[in-house]
């Protein structure tokens, strides 16, 4: 069995997987007797996709041969400025050469942290981005991460040890779905559109928390609500409460396996450790009491997990002596956890989120009653300011309901602690630590805020950054305040930028490096895959001079830190991606997909949580140890919300603004040149409900403009008139920049429909470093 | 005796998550222009008040109606009905009068600026040739389509459509012109269908 099935005529089928998104469907790719790729559809035999493939997808042909590709390396033409549009052709070797020279000089004059390496979602190679960082000292890692994934992973690494929310959501095998802040049917089909409909043969529930209802899994929930956009913290306390005061949780997976039986100081709600309490005892030991016996055990000591000892949980606060002989008061941190959510009652949290508290009780006890739930949050809720306490709350949610890697929860994929390990990023050497720019703008985020980079590009502080290059990235695009940004790019001695199309970033760099397709180049299909990996091969050679972005980082990393990247060929470095599995490329070839961990559940009982503690830490020790300093949840409303501006502000600027809706048939700020996509989406359309609208004399299709209390300038677009949201919400898409000639429409210049204009870049969140893309204010108004 | 093979595409609304891949998958199957489109997808709503309200959608294209209106006003008969029940345009006789677009009640025909001849969905015909499904059933997301012949009480589509009858409509069934596409309305979401 290969990938490649040839037919009599010369023609053939690849088996591989697309990569119009990271969902990576199983594809099959038609190749015909003259070498042309003519069709592409889903790969039935995927466990994932089950052959199911989204407008994306289908169109692979037309982007491959889309006639605006970047097909040659090109240099911005000696003597002119960055952005005038003027190129010359270039080979590779020259491309190569100028790249390392640039580096080299730039690394001897300023220190190899001067060097930035950067990304936008990137194309499923965020761990040799981190290498090329990583082994150069500091990994920048200049993407959007602090707005997506990254919160999440960060959260969930933190705590449980683990990434258990999107791949790892299990709606194949659950009771009850939670869809919450994203529309999977659309952005990630194969593993939620066919869930959602099998759901409806089998009677299961679905949850769905999302500001809109116009998309497809809203509309069929059993539960939707209409969450304002930012507030999702409170509702995920709200269903904490009914969990913890009805008892719906599960009381031995949280004694034996999480860290909430601890016992903390019961104001500072600090942990009281061993050597507190106990003379000669450790200061690394967590203390938990027995409920029978009293006795003080160590939360690591195996009588907790084996049963011998029962953890309190529930407790008033007591008292304690403490070896100088002071009185402790002292309760668990359950109790803590209590007393943060205990007003969080639905009436309170429907105040707060502008929701019904009828149904955000029903949808509490559907989630901790149904026999399973499995919990996706999205973007929707990574694009706050507030991001962590939404996502912290919501893990210990899937924890405590005892839906953490089990079938039909929350399941734990390994692959994803591979793709984050050392074998594949190389590890952070001390510098990076030392290096890491933008710290001020996120305590736990763990690569340079893209903030902080843009600072140093603009004011040469802490230190000067020379070079940017940027894979697969378009960051005018993907960050908030992109006219800084631009500003930033130009404030670059050197901007190298790796792409399919001429986008608005690659027009301001000095050379620009043609990518391969995914159906030109050979790669594994990890992230997203479950429990699976896949051989991602080419159906045709390389068009032009186009390379796959992987064998541009392997060339650079070999001729700039050999030591770190050895590998001389493609084939070497996904022999050494794979090795961990046991398998060679070729081999992977062979099979096309592979179980590199075949699904078993509760993997904990047998090797603890790959935390610090082994612990699953809802109670995070991480998280109190910097940033906000704060170890479980609270309610905190948006940066710029209605409620925490002043009432100024709050008048001239009455809607809650969420960007960054996602299109079936765009992948971020891909995609509007390609004739066939752009007509199921021809111009930039805000949601804004009817009677809002009608107030300010806006009809349906009505040209408008957004401003916010940040935006340097208007953002143009059009309205689209719902019933179906919030008078005072708006919904705003992003990745508007390019124009397609073919259908006569143009494009949009300098950031004048790119919604993260509208995006403030002061105000973060203080553990992960956020931006306010979900939940911001904004006025709208006719464009006259 | 044997009923008559009765080609039907059985598109059930309830599964529908608006994707328009089967819009995309027709445009590249057939090789579609620009500006053209065989096979829509609408979204309908949302109407109501939060949180009932209605939100569905809905893919329209050639009803291949059993008593179309299209073949009877057509001047120079290139519009007509093949032995399976499917209704077909033949272009070396078509001049783009567009008379079959004013008598479609359904608003499924496009004039081809650059051919100026009419065009619209043929369910595929030349992958039905091949056995093949068209390409918008097996391009569905959702898996909400299904297609074959209804009066085989073995295949799949009366199958499938038998469990589902009561829920079973088409567009316009006053206008007798007993259309070939099937639609099931949605569980939830359709209260006012």
Redesign the interface.
């Given at each position: 069995m290969s990938a490649y099935h040839y037919n009599e005529d010369g023609s053939y089928t690849v088996q591989t997987n697309c990569f119009e998104c990271h969902c990576k469907c199983g594809a099959l790719c038609y190749v015909n007797a003259e070498g042309k790729l003519w069709?592409v559809?889903?790969d039935p035999t995927d466990p994932r996709s089950e052959?199911?493939?989204?407008?994306k997808g289908?169109?692979a042909?037309?982007i491959l041969y889309d006639e605006h590709r970047n097909n040659y390396p090109m240099r911005r033409k000696p003597g002119t400025e960055r952005g005038a549009g003027q190129w010359e052709r270039i080979t590779w070797d020259e491309a190569m050469g100028d790249i390392v020279e640039h580096i080299e000089r730039y690394r001897k004059e300023f220190g190899p942290q001067s060097i930035v390496f950067g990304q936008g979602t990137g194309r499923g190679t965020n761990q040799w981005q981190h290498r090329l960082g990583g082994i150069n000292g500091v990994n920048h890692s200049c993407w959007p991460g602090h707005v997506c994934l990254s919160p999440e992973m960060t959260t969930q690494f933190s705590t449980i040890g683990m990434l258990n929310f999107m791949e790892g959501a299990d709606f194949k095998h659950t009771d009850c779905m939670v869809m919450w802040g994203g529309n999977m049917?659309?952005s990630e089909?194969a593993l939620a559109?066919?869930e959602?409909?099998n759901f409806?043969v089998k009677d299961r529930k679905l949850i769905v928390i999302d500001p809109c209802?116009?998309a497809?899994m809203?509309?069929?929930a059993d539960i939707?609500i209409?969450v304002r956009p930012g507030t999702d913290t409170a509702l995920a306390m709200a269903f904490l409460r009914i969990c913890m005061e009805e008892k719906l949780y599960d009381a031995d997976f949280t004694k034996k396996w999480t860290t909430l039986p601890i016992l903390v100081d019961a104001e500072a709600e600090t942990p009281i450790t061993q050597d507190m309490v106990v003379a000669g005892g450790s200061p690394e030991v967590y203390l938990v009491r027995d409920v029978n016996t009293g006795e003080l055990v160590d939360m690591s000591d195996s009588r907790v997990t084996s049963g011998e000892v029962d953890p309190m949980l529930d407790t008033p606060v007591f008292e304690m002596t403490a070896v100088d002989g002071r009185i402790l008061r002292v309760k668990t941190a359950w109790e803590a956890l209590r007393g943060r959510v205990i007003d969080m009652t639905p009436q309170r949290a429907a105040e707060i989120c502008w929701a019904?508290a009828k149904?955000i009780y029903e949808a509490g006890k559907l989630m901790c009653e149904s026999p399973t739930c499995a919990i996706n949050m999205f973007q929707g809720v990574e694009e706050n300011t507030n991001a962590r306490y939404t996502i912290h709350a919501a893990t210990i949610l899937n924890g405590i309901t005892g839906n953490i890697d089990v079938r039909g929860g929350n399941c734990w994929h390994k692959c994803y602690n591979d793709l984050m390990g050392p074998h594949l990023t190389g590890g952070f050497p001390d510098t990076h630590w030392e290096w890491k720019l933008g710290k001020q703008y996120a305590a736990h985020y763990v690569h340079s805020h893209p903030h902080g980079v843009w600072d140093a590009a603009l004011t040469g502080k802490p230190y000067p950054v020379k070079a940017f290059i940027n894979i697969a990235g378009n960051p005018i695009s993907w960050s908030e305040n992109p006219d800084r940004v631009v500003e930033a790019l130009k404030a670059f001695d050197f901007v190298v930028t790796m792409d399919y199309f001429m986008s608005p970033t690659a027009q301001l760099s000095d050379i620009v490096l043609p990518s391969a397709h995914w159906t030109e180049r050979d790669y594994v299909a990890d992230e997203f895959c479950q429990e699976w990996i896949y051989a991602q091969v080419h159906a045709v050679e390389p068009l032009y001079e186009r390379r796959s972005d992987v064998t541009f980082m392997r060339e650079l990393g070999n001729r700039i830190n050999p030591e770190g990247w050895p590998w001389k060929t493609d084939e070497e470095i996904l022999d050494y991606q794979l090795e961990p599995y046991g398998l060679t490329w070729k081999e992977l070839v062979d099979k096309h997909i592979y179980a590199a961990y075949a699904y078993e559940p509760k993997k904990y009982e047998k090797e603890g949580f790959a935390t610090a503690t082994g612990k699953a830490e809802l109670y995070s020790f991480t998280f109190l140890s910097a940033g906000r300093c704060d170890p479980l949840i609270r309610y905190e409303e948006p940066a710029e919300s209605p409620y925490s501006v002043d009432d100024a502000t709050a008048k001239e600027f009455p809607f809650v603004l969420s960007t960054g809706r996602r299109y079936?048939?765009f992948y971020h700020s891909n995609y509007r040149g390609i004739?066939?996509?752009r007509?199921?989406a021809r111009e930039p359309y805000i949601l804004i409900n009817d009677e809002s609208a009608a107030e300010l004399g806006i009809k349906e299709h009505d040209k408008i403009c957004l401003e916010s209390p940040d935006s340097p300038h208007p953002v143009h677009m059009k309205a689209h008139l719902?019933?179906?949201m919030?008078p005072r919400v708006i919904i705003a898409p992003h990745g508007w920049w390019q124009g397609c000639p073919?259908?006569g429409l143009p494009g949009y210049p300098n950031n004048s429909a790119n919604a993260n204009v509208l995006i403030s870049d002061k105000h973060y969140d203080p553990d992960l470093g956020c931006a306010g893309m979900r939940s911001s204010l904004c006025k709208v108004y006719l464009d006259k | 005796m044997a009923t008559k093979k009765q080609y039907t595409l059985l598109i059930d609304l309830d599964r529908c998550i608006g994707c328009k891949a089967c819009q995309l998958a027709c445009k590249i199957e057939n090789n579609v222009d620009l500006d053209v489109f065989w096979n829509r997808m609408n979204a309908v709503g949302p109407v109501g008040d939060y949180p009932n309200m209605d939100y569905f959608f809905m893919a329209k294209q050639c009803q291949h109606c059993k008593n179309p209106e299209c073949v009877k006003v057509c001047p120079t008969k290139a519009t007509y009905q093949s032995d399976d029940g499917i209704v077909l345009i033949d272009h070396d006789r078509c001049y783009g009068c567009q008379y079959c677009i004013w008598a479609c009640p359904y608003g499924v025909r496009t004039l081809n600026p650059k051919t100026h001849m009419v065009e619209k969905c043929i369910l595929c015909a030349h992958r039905l040739e091949q056995g093949l499904d068209p390409a918008c059933v097996v391009s569905c997301e959702g898996n909400c389509r299904f297609f074959g012949d209804i009066n085989d009480p073995q295949s799949e589509i009366a199958k499938y459509y038998s469990r589902n009858a009561e829920r079973a409509f088409r567009i316009h069934p006053e206008l007798g012109t007993d259309p070939s596409v099937i639609y099931l309305k949605p569980r939830k979401g359709a209260s006012r269908l």
């Amino acid at each position: 069995m290969s990938a490649y099935h040839y037919n009599e005529d010369g023609s053939y089928t690849v088996q591989t997987n697309c990569f119009e998104c990271h969902c990576k469907c199983g594809a099959l790719c038609y190749v015909n007797a003259e070498g042309k790729l003519w069709k592409v559809e889903g790969d039935p035999t995927d466990p994932r996709s089950e052959g199911r493939m989204c407008p994306k997808g289908r169109s692979a042909v037309k982007i491959l041969y889309d006639e605006h590709r970047n097909n040659y390396p090109m240099r911005r033409k000696p003597g002119t400025e960055r952005g005038a549009g003027q190129w010359e052709r270039i080979t590779w070797d020259e491309a190569m050469g100028d790249i390392v020279e640039h580096i080299e000089r730039y690394r001897k004059e300023f220190g190899p942290q001067s060097i930035v390496f950067g990304q936008g979602t990137g194309r499923g190679t965020n761990q040799w981005q981190h290498r090329l960082g990583g082994i150069n000292g500091v990994n920048h890692s200049c993407w959007p991460g602090h707005v997506c994934l990254s919160p999440e992973m960060t959260t969930q690494f933190s705590t449980i040890g683990m990434l258990n929310f999107m791949e790892g959501a299990d709606f194949k095998h659950t009771d009850c779905m939670v869809m919450w802040g994203g529309n999977m049917a659309w952005s990630e089909g194969a593993l939620a559109a066919g869930e959602l409909n099998n759901f409806r043969v089998k009677d299961r529930k679905l949850i769905v928390i999302d500001p809109c209802g116009q998309a497809p899994m809203a509309s069929r929930a059993d539960i939707w609500i209409r969450v304002r956009p930012g507030t999702d913290t409170a509702l995920a306390m709200a269903f904490l409460r009914i969990c913890m005061e009805e008892k719906l949780y599960d009381a031995d997976f949280t004694k034996k396996w999480t860290t909430l039986p601890i016992l903390v100081d019961a104001e500072a709600e600090t942990p009281i450790t061993q050597d507190m309490v106990v003379a000669g005892g450790s200061p690394e030991v967590y203390l938990v009491r027995d409920v029978n016996t009293g006795e003080l055990v160590d939360m690591s000591d195996s009588r907790v997990t084996s049963g011998e000892v029962d953890p309190m949980l529930d407790t008033p606060v007591f008292e304690m002596t403490a070896v100088d002989g002071r009185i402790l008061r002292v309760k668990t941190a359950w109790e803590a956890l209590r007393g943060r959510v205990i007003d969080m009652t639905p009436q309170r949290a429907a105040e707060i989120c502008w929701a019904d508290a009828k149904l955000i009780y029903e949808a509490g006890k559907l989630m901790c009653e149904s026999p399973t739930c499995a919990i996706n949050m999205f973007q929707g809720v990574e694009e706050n300011t507030n991001a962590r306490y939404t996502i912290h709350a919501a893990t210990i949610l899937n924890g405590i309901t005892g839906n953490i890697d089990v079938r039909g929860g929350n399941c734990w994929h390994k692959c994803y602690n591979d793709l984050m390990g050392p074998h594949l990023t190389g590890g952070f050497p001390d510098t990076h630590w030392e290096w890491k720019l933008g710290k001020q703008y996120a305590a736990h985020y763990v690569h340079s805020h893209p903030h902080g980079v843009w600072d140093a590009a603009l004011t040469g502080k802490p230190y000067p950054v020379k070079a940017f290059i940027n894979i697969a990235g378009n960051p005018i695009s993907w960050s908030e305040n992109p006219d800084r940004v631009v500003e930033a790019l130009k404030a670059f001695d050197f901007v190298v930028t790796m792409d399919y199309f001429m986008s608005p970033t690659a027009q301001l760099s000095d050379i620009v490096l043609p990518s391969a397709h995914w159906t030109e180049r050979d790669y594994v299909a990890d992230e997203f895959c479950q429990e699976w990996i896949y051989a991602q091969v080419h159906a045709v050679e390389p068009l032009y001079e186009r390379r796959s972005d992987v064998t541009f980082m392997r060339e650079l990393g070999n001729r700039i830190n050999p030591e770190g990247w050895p590998w001389k060929t493609d084939e070497e470095i996904l022999d050494y991606q794979l090795e961990p599995y046991g398998l060679t490329w070729k081999e992977l070839v062979d099979k096309h997909i592979y179980a590199a961990y075949a699904y078993e559940p509760k993997k904990y009982e047998k090797e603890g949580f790959a935390t610090a503690t082994g612990k699953a830490e809802l109670y995070s020790f991480t998280f109190l140890s910097a940033g906000r300093c704060d170890p479980l949840i609270r309610y905190e409303e948006p940066a710029e919300s209605p409620y925490s501006v002043d009432d100024a502000t709050a008048k001239e600027f009455p809607f809650v603004l969420s960007t960054g809706r996602r299109y079936v048939n765009f992948y971020h700020s891909n995609y509007r040149g390609i004739p066939m996509l752009r007509e199921l989406a021809r111009e930039p359309y805000i949601l804004i409900n009817d009677e809002s609208a009608a107030e300010l004399g806006i009809k349906e299709h009505d040209k408008i403009c957004l401003e916010s209390p940040d935006s340097p300038h208007p953002v143009h677009m059009k309205a689209h008139l719902t019933h179906g949201m919030h008078p005072r919400v708006i919904i705003a898409p992003h990745g508007w920049w390019q124009g397609c000639p073919e259908l006569g429409l143009p494009g949009y210049p300098n950031n004048s429909a790119n919604a993260n204009v509208l995006i403030s870049d002061k105000h973060y969140d203080p553990d992960l470093g956020c931006a306010g893309m979900r939940s911001s204010l904004c006025k709208v108004y006719l464009d006259k | 005796m044997a009923t008559k093979k009765q080609y039907t595409l059985l598109i059930d609304l309830d599964r529908c998550i608006g994707c328009k891949a089967c819009q995309l998958a027709c445009k590249i199957e057939n090789n579609v222009d620009l500006d053209v489109f065989w096979n829509r997808m609408n979204a309908v709503g949302p109407v109501g008040d939060y949180p009932n309200m209605d939100y569905f959608f809905m893919a329209k294209q050639c009803q291949h109606c059993k008593n179309p209106e299209c073949v009877k006003v057509c001047p120079t008969k290139a519009t007509y009905q093949s032995d399976d029940g499917i209704v077909l345009i033949d272009h070396d006789r078509c001049y783009g009068c567009q008379y079959c677009i004013w008598a479609c009640p359904y608003g499924v025909r496009t004039l081809n600026p650059k051919t100026h001849m009419v065009e619209k969905c043929i369910l595929c015909a030349h992958r039905l040739e091949q056995g093949l499904d068209p390409a918008c059933v097996v391009s569905c997301e959702g898996n909400c389509r299904f297609f074959g012949d209804i009066n085989d009480p073995q295949s799949e589509i009366a199958k499938y459509y038998s469990r589902n009858a009561e829920r079973a409509f088409r567009i316009h069934p006053e206008l007798g012109t007993d259309p070939s596409v099937i639609y099931l309305k949605p569980r939830k979401g359709a209260s006012r269908l």
